[in-house]
């Protein structure tokens, strides 16, 4: 990967998952379920409002195990965000950093 491919993946990574109360948050709560549903290996073991969570990591797996939350932000703004990791000593494939990539892309992008 190239020093500017890299930089455009931390970029993407870090760009902040938010959404306004009501059909805005049920929208990219939406897409929450669906990129998890395509990009773990894992089925899931909570799904509320607020948190989404997969099973796993199984030992020396590297597919990740992902939690999503929401937290309210104040003033009817929501955060929505991605953690996870696998349990290889190699590391996870896809590595967290293009998993948080991909989520933030994929929850963010206009309808």
Known sequence: MTPEQNAAM????????TCKAGKDCEEKWSRVTQWV???????????????MQTMGPLPNDP????????TSAGKGTYSIELDGG??????????MLQAKAS?????????
């Open 10 to 17: 931390l970029a993407a990574a870090n760009r902040p998952v």
């Open 37 to 51: 549903k395509q990009n773990s290996a894992y089925k899931f073991q909570t799904v509320s409002d607020n948190v």
């Open 63 to 70: 597919s990740p195990a992902f939690t999503v939350t929401k």
């Open 86 to 95: 696998c349990d290889n000593m190699f590391g996870c494939i896809p590595s």
């Open 103 to 111: 989520f933030a892309n994929f929850v963010m992008q206009k309808q």
